[in-house]
């Protein structure tokens, strides 16, 4: 399997895109085909555990690993680490709706999916492309990622991670599980700005050669654990495939039939690998693209015009609070005919004017794949409510908001089409938004009061790894100006 930049005709194997991270163009790898699994496929796949099926998929697409070596990648990545050894259970909410539960991880979020089996990824093709080198791993984060990736990366061997989160755009919850996290090779740094600030800070420290030159005398390159990195689409994509296996083995998808997925996303990488699913063959019909009042992804697919010069709103989902949704480069790629001349010139136009227009030729064939709806602080807050009341099921604010643009979507086509939500983080985490969906009670300040009170009105229990937070030292208390990033990388990597 070769993999191309989107930006230009760069191309390269899975372990080099893997441990680049990002194109030198500036570019996103992107594979040059689409494997393909057969329903009968998909069939076989249903009667095996979630580690045969990740196996199945990423040999597809990983091709210059050994079997051997993606076998202990998974296994390294998916055994004893996920709730009752099910990574990615679904869960019947209602007739015709299916909860896919990707927050039974060690930091309780979607990111562990892929965060837990980018490290093993990364060191294999670290030793293939780069041997004897420290890779250093920088992340821009809205509240998941951060943590997901110091869990996944803390004291691996011939790595460096430097994590940013936007100071006041972040989960109390999330912002103790960053700052409390251990290990020699972890630096943890709060930003004065947003996550579109931490995210541009990211890219620009990597696309700076004077920076790059200085890594490459110390025996060092960059690399990345976001979503722009393809080590950590891929193991997203493996979690539709496995959905489908397991409403295969249910009785709920037949040959012929298909399924509609609604996914809450700001970055789009989540939503992507959704595509990417349909795309080998999954048999997935509408995806549902759900924002919140950060709704630049909706205006999108409905007008054409991505604009990110907008009020940016800080929302009880923050891990939807991003105005520049990075994987978004990749499916304008794909909906373009791979053309990576417009998709350049498309990015360009971001970064230099904050706002572009897609050719109408392109919009159709997102608005052909894609509905986009978003979901305000009351619909959100409603729809938690909702979902306990009618049947006991209790979501966090980002699983709400994907549940409320489903219903947008049902009500405004008629279509009652079997639909897989991706429920991408434990209600446990944004207890304080949570709450009052529930009740009238006032909420405590105390963010392990919350838990406990979360855990009696719903009879529930408390994930240990946020209950195992309590009384953990604060480790990095560091806040800069998103000017000073780049200061605060090489003073790190010359400690």
């Known amino acids: 399997m070769i993999f191309t930049s989107t930006r230009s005709q760069q191309e390269m194997t899975s372990a080099a895109a893997i441990t680049r991270g990002i194109a030198a163009d500036g570019g996103l790898f992107v594979p040059c085909e689409f494997p393909q699994l057969s329903f009968d496929k998909l069939i076989e796949l249903s009667q095996v555990d979630y580690i045969t099926r990740a196996k199945e998929v990423l040999k597809l697409y990983l091709t210059d690993y050994t079997e051997e070596e993606i076998d202990y990648c998974v296994r390294g990545a998916y055994s004893n680490t996920f709730d009752n050894n099910e990574p990615a259970p679904l869960v019947e909410v209602a007739p015709g709706t299916e909860m896919l539960e990707l927050w039974h991880g060690p930091t309780c979020a979607f990111k562990d999916m892929a965060l837990q089996l980018l490290p093993f990824l990364l060191v294999k093709a670290a030793n293939k492309t780069a041997p004897g080198r420290t890779i250093v791993i920088l992340v821009a984060t809205s509240g998941d990622t951060g943590k997901a990736a ?3 990366f803390a004291d691996v061997p011939n790595t460096r991670i430097v994590v940013f989160f936007p100071e006041n755009g972040v989960s109390d919850m999330q912002k103790l599980q960053m700052t409390t996290q251990v290990g020699k090779n972890v630096a ?15 890219k620009q420290i990597f696309t700076n050669d004077a920076i790059r030159n200085e890594l490459d005398q110390m025996n060092m390159e960059f690399s990345s654990a976001n979503s722009i990195n393809f080590g950590r689409l891929v193991p997203q994509i493996v979690y539709y495939v496995s959905a489908a296996c397991d409403l295969i083995k249910k009785g709920a998808l037949k040959a012929g039939e298909k399924f509609n997925v609604a996914v809450p996303t700001g970055n789009f990488g989540d939503i992507l690998a959704a595509y990417y699913a349909k795309q080998m063959g999954v048999p997935v019909d509408k995806l549902i693209c759900a924002s919140n009042r950060n709704k630049v992804l909706t205006d999108f697919l409905a007008t054409g015009v991505y604009d990110r010069n907008r009020e940016f709103y800080t929302t009880s989902s923050p891990s939807m609070d991003i105005l520049i949704s990075s994987n978004l480069e990749r499916m304008i790629f794909h909906a373009s005919g791979n053309d990576a001349d417009l998709t350049a010139a498309l990015m360009k ?26 979901c305000d602080e009351t619909g959100t807050e409603n729809t938690i409510g909702d979902l306990f009341k009618n049947y006991h099921y209790l979501a966090d604010t980002h699983t709400a908001v994907a549940a409320n643009v489903l219903e947008q979507y049902r009500q405004a086509t008629g279509d009652k089409t079997l639909t897989v939500i991706a429920s991408t983080a434990s209600p446990y985490k944004f207890a304080a938004s949570v709450l009052p969906a529930l009740t009238a009670e006032a909420v405590p300040e105390d963010g392990f009061a919350q838990l406990e009170m979360l855990s009696k009105l719903s009879d529930t229990p408390i994930p240990a790894p946020l209950a195992g937070l309590k009384g953990c030292a604060v480790l990095h208390k560091t806040c800069i100006a998103k000017d000073d990033m780049a200061k605060f990388v090489k003073d790190f990597l010359k400690k």
Do not use: T
Not at 351 to 374: C, D, I, M, T
């Open 150 to 152: 110091l869990a996944g």
């Open 188 to 202: 943890v740094c709060g930003i004065e700005g947003n996550f579109d600030d931490a995210q541009s800070g990211v």
């Open 349 to 374: 136009e971001l970064n230099e004017k904050g706002r572009y227009q897609l050719p109408p030729a392109v919009l159709e064939k997102l608005q052909s794949e894609f509905f986009g709806g978003f």
